[in-house]
């Protein structure tokens, strides 16, 4: 993406930097790719997960790309700041990650399935960077809806580190692993940027390391 933080850890929020404002970001409603809503309330059947895989542009077109996904939406996660902007976000004083929320529906995929997306496209070690992005708001990231998946993310990592480890690689991941706090939708134009844009910048790339469960 044009901007990135150089910061190697998130930065403290003080009242001198004045981040975030009361009101929510506006943006369409409309899913550019499927036209289904990016925004609640949705069908009860319906479940929600976020992942943040670096730059949240080409992660959520991954995410968009899977069979049983309904829609999707990009934002920030992780933070302090209320409602904060791209820019805000990029200037590591917020301490938010970029992430993809993604609606499924249960009945035709899973969670397990949305995991080793997640894992695969990705190097989950490489704390507060992803390839050439630089700053907290890239850091490899799962945040569960509810404690099944709480428990399901943590036990994949557990399955993925030793995958990782027969592959050569002895990194130990990074991933924060939590229960899913607020949602800020970004901007607008970040809303599937990338069908928006098809030359755009997607800096997603995994380890070529492959997730069983």
């Known amino acids: ?5 150089f910061f190697d850890e998130p930065k ?5 930097t004045k981040l975030g404002r009361s009101e929510a970001m506006e943006t369409a409603n409309e899913h550019f790719v499927s036209g289904n809503p990016i925004r609640a309330p949705f069908a009860d059947h319906l479940e929600l997960a976020v992942f943040g895989l670096g730059c949240f542009w080409g992660a959520e077109r991954k995410m968009w790309q899977q069979p ?3 829609s999707t939406a990009v934002g920030y996660m992780g933070g302090e700041t209320f409602n904060p902007n791209y820019k805000e976000v990029c200037s590591g004083f917020t301490n938010h990650c970029e992430v993809v929320l993604v609606v499924f529906d249960p009945s035709q995929t899973s969670y397990q399935n949305l995991l080793k997306v997640f894992w695969e496209s990705h190097n989950p070690t490489q704390g507060m960077r992803q390839g050439n992005d630089i700053g907290s708001q890239y850091r490899s990231a799962l945040f569960a809806s509810n404690s099944t998946q709480l428990e399901q993310a943590q036990k994949s990592a557990d399955n993925y580190q030793t995958a990782l480890a027969d592959g ?15 949602f800020y939708y970004a901007e607008d134009y970040h809303q599937q940027y990338l069908a928006k844009n098809p030359d755009g910048y997607c800096g997603i790339k995994g380890t070529g390391v492959s997730c069983a469960f």
């Open 1 to 5: 993406m044009s901007e990135f933080s």
């Open 12 to 16: 403290p929020i003080t009242k001198e």
């Open 68 to 70: 049983g996904v309904y």
């Open 168 to 182: 050569g690689i002895k990194e130990t991941i990074t991933t924060q692993i939590q229960m899913a706090a607020n």
